[in-house]
């Protein structure tokens, strides 16, 4: 069933229910012809469960002692997923006034290019305190207090040398109220404009802070014109609020952790500017993209199935700006009718149907470009027959590249960036075992005609890529394509769990990557592209098969994905296995950053 769900149509169709779902897709086989929006499921839709996760309505997550969270039952599967809610933590233009807490930037002294860089911290001498502008002005109303903060804490603090570092609070009472002073390390006084990187420790610090602090309503930064221009503020904000995000969906009681759950508002020090505004709202939705990432990777798998993130796709498309985004779900149906032999293969054990998740964002005016971001969609992956034998508890982050392109086309839903016609594309599916799995052996024929010998089921994410990137080249006709997937442990061995590798034979691609990447913090790296190691995938029936040797595995699967994607046309690969997780925080939300200002940058 092929569906297409622009915003106006949904929010016509949809009427409040008492239905404990919120989309309910059909698992039923019903015929191609038959159109979802006629289904019976669709007519008792809730705009309440809508818009939990969104900006329709301001309800939050609902908790009950009954149900926390809706889960599946005994037969059916789970048809939605919860999304946490923003941060009610306002970032405004403005002064320290009422604030409750006041945080102030400080540099330490400027590098000394002459000073050996074999001496340890320890040995270094600690330059002077750099109190610039209004803090300086602070300082001097507060008889030296700033000055005496950092010297009581020299050794930790180190005068503002790690930026993003912070001292204890000093407090002070004024006109009869208490009111703390923390300084804020910005690192060494740069003779070059601050880079994105120290804005985004600063901005987490700052979200960090006003964590700790309890029992405030109003928080207050100052900084330095250093840190002052629009792109810094951008970056800040974008730090900022991904650091208030905290997953509380699967707790209840006392072990549900609002971060900063009293402070209303944090002021940065700055004239009124419709600039500054434009920056800290960007930030806001380029924070909305992480935390829609981090959703999307932390739900276990008997909540987030093919079907719940079709679902969590089309409620996407409904909070978008003025229906900026259309979401089409191709289903089982479809898929076969353009011959997604390699997705509908592996899609075979699951529980749910495929669901082929298309979503299109168009500008408003003259189209200058159209892209296309395909994601890894295996909401579990347990490796098929070929069973994982270590790290299943962990598969379901498999889903990591899905999670970054569904991220960022929320991002971008409300950035609404010029010139860019933008398609974001998922083959959504698990791979699990059952009398109709793929089996070490099988046939699969890829929607672009090539045939494929399995000679493993857990190296399956490359199959359904096949056919998410012949639909992106071929049908769609995107003029470049970036595709992103927890793809190969080759890759993790390569680059460690902070880098994503990135294969193309394009340089521009490969250029404007490295670039973004340095911008936004999702750290890559450029790999290459060994045509000699293709021999490996040589099959014996087959055109190719799906898995090379045992060394260079992160490699040939790059090149399994370019037999899918036209030669001509400009494409890169980028294995997110490392970076998507963090074993202590859980999902890392990489990937959404990246993502969005590559579209961005794809308009101008």
Known sequence: MRTIFPRAVLLTILRPSSSASAFSLSSSTAASSTSLLASPSLKSLSLSRIARGGSLTPSALSMTKERPFQTWSYDSPCETMDWN??????????????????????????????????????????????????????????????????????????????????????????????????????????????????????????????????????AAVILPSQLTDA????????????????????????????????????????????????????????????????????????????????????????????????????????????????????????????KFIHLVYKPKGEVKKKVGIVGKGLLFDTGGYNIKTSMMELMKFDCGGAAAVIGAA???????????????????????????????????????????EVLNTDAEGRLTLADALVYADKELGCESIIELSTLTGACMISLGKKICGVWTENDDLAKSIEEISKVTGDKS?????????????????????????????????????????????????????????DDKVGSTGFGAKLVSEWVRRQGE
Not at 271 to 277: A, K, N, Q, V
Not at 324 to 334: A, F, P, R
Not at 418 to 433: L, Q, Y
Request: glycine letters at 8%; aromatic letters at 6%; a negative charge.
């Open 410 to 452: 929320r991002a971008i839903g409300y950035m609404r960036p010029e010139g860019v016609e933008a398609h974001f594309i998922v083959a959504a599916c698990s791979n699990m075992i059952n009398s109709k799995a793929l089996v070490p052996s099988d046939v699969l024929t890829a929607s672009n005609g090539k045939t494929i």
């Open 85 to 218: 809610p923003d941060s009610k933590v306002s970032l405004l233009v403005g002064d320290e006034a009422d604030a409750d807490l006041v945080i102030v930037g400080v540099f330490a002294p400027a590098i000394d290019e002459d000073s050996s860089e074999e001496e340890t911290e320890a040995e270094k001498e600690l330059g002077p305190l750099v109190l610039a502008e209004r803090a300086a002005e602070l300082d001097e109303k507060l008889e030296g207090l700033l000055k005496e903060l950092a010297a009581e804490n020299g050794k930790e603090f180190r005068n503002g040398e790690e930026a993003g570092g912070v001292t204890p609070a000093a407090r002070v009472v004024e006109g009869g109220k208490a009111k703390r002073y923390v300084l804020l390390g910005l690192g060494p006084l740069p003779k070059d404009p601050i880079d994105s990187v120290t804005a985004m420790k600063l901005g987490a610090s700052v979200a960090s802070s006003i964590h700790t602090h309890k029992s405030i309503t109003k």
């Open 525 to 581: 790296w450029r790999m290459p592209m060994a045509h000699e190691y293709k021999e490996q995938l040589k099959s014996k029936i087959a055109d190719i098969s799906n898995l090379g040797d045992r060394y260079g595995g992160a490699i040939t699967a790059a090149l399994f994905l370019q037999e899918f994607v036209s030669k001509k046309k400009p494409f890169a690969h980028l294995d997110i296995a490392g970076p998507v997780w």
């Open 231 to 354: 792109s810094t503020i951008q970056h800040f904000s974008t730090a900022f609020y991904t650091n208030l995000y905290s997953d509380n969906r699967y707790r209840t009681g006392k072990k549900v952790e609002v971060k900063a759950e009293s402070v209303e508002s944090v002021s940065i020090s700055l004239p009124s500017s419709e600039d500054y505004t434009s920056a800290i709202q960007t930030g806001l939705y380029l924070a909305r993209g992480v935390s829609m990432t981090k959703d999307i990777v932390n739900a276990p798998h008997n909540i987030l199935n093919s079907v719940s993130l079709a679902d969590t796709a089309m409620r996407l498309a409904v909070e978008s700006e003025d229906g900026c985004i259309t979401c089409e779900i191709l289903g089982k149906d479809e898929c076969e009718e353009r011959g997604m032999g390699a997705y509908l293969g592996v899609a075979r054990g699951a529980e749910t149907e495929p």
